[in-house]
């Protein structure tokens, strides 16, 4: 949880495939995550209709 401080979950696009708009709200920046991204060290494990999940060391967070 502590890698994904800061992050925002702007939209999410699923066709033709999932990808969601994510704002490092620190850095000011905005850029698109497709499933297998590395953000902040985290994987995009999976980008579904609750959110973007993360997968860090065993561990899963999902940004809403």
């Known amino acids: 949880e502590e890698m994904a401080k800061g992050l925002a979950l702007v939209g999410i696009d699923r066709e033709p495939r999932p990808a ?3 704002e490092d709200t620190e850095k000011q920046k905005t850029f698109v995550v497709n499933t297998g991204d590395q953000v902040n060290g985290m994987r995009v494990k999976e980008i579904n209709s609750e959110g973007v999940v993360f997968s860090y060391e065993g561990e899963e ?3 809403r």
Request: no cysteine.
């Open 20 to 22: 969601a708009l994510v």
């Open 61 to 63: 967070y999902v940004l």
